[in-house]
């Protein structure tokens, strides 16, 4: 099994309150991803690095912002949460970004916004 | 846009029966086509995947065919097991896009005994 944890597993906050998820990877893989899980959507792509320090949006980026100053750390960030971010977290990763390569995904963090 | 559809779930079959899980996508260019499968309370793994028209991919008794002429990678197995229960994700990936993936709503199959 490739080397990707999560932290928390679960979290439970309150509207207006930040929140930082992340994700930890041992594979030394130059992609990270986050993905949001909901259902009657599948996953939708939040936010995604290529390196340290370098990041780009998903489809459904509002509300969320990312950091990724080491290889094996890649930071998900709720400004001020909300009850629509209620939701499963999933970070992956990949060695290449390209579109014939396999993801990796993590367990998954489960967030609630109350 | 770029999107993927499935059939709605959930899907509920004997042990031993075909199971057929229907997947269209809609892309510019040539995308690669991705299977990942979600065992309950875990995260997602990769099922089987296909890179070009007419490319079978094929893992664990699974199978799906890229078909370009009917933009579908439809999931098939001859005989599924208990074992199999799980929600299947239909996923296309484009190229030169950082291999974002972008995935189907998923189904939902419960195999009974």
């Known amino acids: 099994d490739a080397g990707i944890t999560q932290s928390p597993r679960h979290k439970v906050t309150e509207t207006g309150t930040p929140v930082t998820l992340r994700c930890h990877q041992t594979e030394n893989h130059r992609y990270m991803y986050w993905y949001r899980q909901d259902p009657g959507h599948g996953l939708r792509l939040i936010h995604y690095s290529y390196g340290v320090k370098d990041t780009d949006k998903g489809e459904v980026s509002d509300g969320y912002s990312v950091s990724r100053s080491k290889t094996e750390d890649f930071l998900l960030t709720l400004e001020s949460a909300t009850s629509s971010q209620t939701s499963v977290y999933f970070c992956a990763i990949s060695d290449e970004g390209g579109s014939y390569n396999e993801q990796f995904f993590g367990p998954g963090t489960r967030l609630t916004v109350l | ?113």
């Open chain 2, 1 to 113: 846009g770029n999107s993927v559809t499935q059939m709605e779930g959930p899907v509920t079959l004997s042990e031993e029966a075909f199971l057929t899980i229907n997947c269209t996508y809609t892309a510019t260019g040539y995308p690669s086509l991705f299977w990942y499968v979600q065992y309950p309370g875990e995260g997602l793994q990769l099922l089987l995947k296909a890179t070009k028209a007419d490319d079978k991919g094929s893992n664990k008794g699974f199978e799906a065919t890229y078909r370009k002429e009917t933009t579908s990678f439809h999931l098939e197995k001859g005989s599924v097991q208990v074992s199999d229960s799980a929600v299947y994700f239909c996923a296309l990936s484009r190229y030169n896009q950082g291999g974002k993936l972008i995935f189907g709503q998923g189904t939902e199959l419960s195999v009974k005994p």
